[in-house]
Nanobody
Framework: VQLVESGGGSVQAGGSLSISCVAS????????MGWFRRVAGKEREAVAS????????SYADSVKGRFTISQDNAKNTLTLQMNNLKPEDTAMYYC????????????????????WGPGTQVTVS
């Protein structure tokens, strides 16, 4: 599975931005997809995940109520709608997926995801 993110950019605090990830290859075999982010010099952290069946969504506490993860299986597209953005949301955002069925405790752990996109930069000022 290959993943490519798009839609990053610069936005003012309080604004909104939507980023997307298109999957190619055997995308239908993914049980969980997620968004993660990393600031230079820091560890990669979870943002949100969406897993089958359900789908079941999970969010990091820092983005709950502001970000929404969604998936369009027909278009093999994963989307992260980000509202009320804050400067601390500035990071490189990565899309990731796994063919593994993840326990709820593992759905926001980067180590559980096996394929990753190159990332898209989001800057909030």
């Amino acid at each position: 599975v290959q993943l490519v993110e798009s839609g990053g950019g610069s936005v003012q605090a309080g604004g909104s931005l939507s980023i997307s990830c298109v999957a190619s290859g055997d995308a239908s075999s993914s049980y969980c997809m997620g968004w993660f982010r990393r600031v230079a010099g820091k560890e990669r952290e979870a943002v949100a995940s969406i897993c089958r069946p359900g789908p079941i969504t999970s969010y990091a506490d820092s983005v709950k109520g502001r970000f929404t993860i969604s998936q369009d299986n027909a278009k093999n597209t994963l989307t992260l709608q980000m509202n009320n953005l804050k400067p601390e949301d500035t990071a490189m955002y990565y899309c990731a997926g796994t063919r593994s069925l993840l326990l709820s405790a593992n759905r926001l752990r980067p180590s559980q995801y096996t394929y990753w996109g190159p990332g898209t930069q989001v800057t909030v000022s």
